[in-house]
């Protein structure tokens, strides 16, 4: 876990400094991959849950890592075929929806996986709703493509807020305190 948090720092820092010059939406899948890459087994350790929990941390891991190396090597053909997605963005779309649904859990308790997924199923069952709430539908397929390849669903702006800024400002922020600063400037204050 150490080196995985390693790798994703250097990577963060590399594509904040313009040393990988990489699309956003693969930059934010690579970051939401290295997150699920050290939630589930962070969570698992944490917790000390048993051996096969923590088998099931690593293999969703591993699945969120999985998702990532998806949307970079099929970058182009993913745009080229947008709003037509095939059988395997559909199966890696529900795996990328799955895994985020679980860490959401893992890490914050039920509430949130709730919520959102009352929003995911209003997307597939809201045409079925009285008058005011209703919509016109959408295909199990066009709600797939539309969350889990599109830069409007997990990859909105949150991420792309997460993968640019967040991230550098705890990393830079933890290098401080490592490094004693926090204490000299409480100290001056």
């Known amino acids: 876990l150490?080196?995985?948090a390693v790798i994703f720092s250097l990577f963060q820092i590399a594509t904040a400094a313009h040393l990988l010059d990489m699309p956003s939406q693969i930059v934010r899948a690579i970051h939401v991959g290295f997150l699920m890459a050290l939630t589930f087994p962070l969570v698992a350790y944490?917790?000390?849950?048993?051996?096969?929990?923590?088998?099931l941390a690593?293999?969703?891991?591993a699945a969120g890592i999985l998702v990532a190396c998806y949307q970079w090597v099929e970058y182009q053909d993913l745009i080229l075929r947008a709003g037509r997605p095939t059988g395997a963005d559909i199966a890696v779309g529900v795996i990328a929806l799955v895994t985020v649904f679980t860490a959401a859990y893992w890490m914050m308790g039920i509430a949130l996986p709730i919520i959102a997924g009352l929003f995911l199923m209003y997307c597939l069952f809201g045409e079925y709703l009285p008058y005011p709430l209703d919509h016109r539908g959408y295909a199990f397929e066009q709600v797939?493509?539309?969350?889990?390849f599109g830069t409007?669903?997990?990859?909105g702006i949150p991420i792309y807020v997460s993968s640019t800024?967040?991230?550098l400002f705890i990393l830079f922020g933890?290098?401080?305190e490592r490094a004693g600063m926090i204490q000299l400037f409480t100290d001056v204050s």
């Open 2 to 4: 150490f080196w995985i």
């Open 46 to 55: 944490a917790r000390d849950a048993w051996p096969g929990l923590r088998a």
């Open 58 to 61: 690593w293999v969703l891991a």
């Open 144 to 148: 797939i493509d539309h969350m889990a």
């Open 152 to 155: 409007e669903g997990i990859y």
């Open 165 to 167: 800024y967040i991230f």
């Open 174 to 176: 933890s290098f401080l």
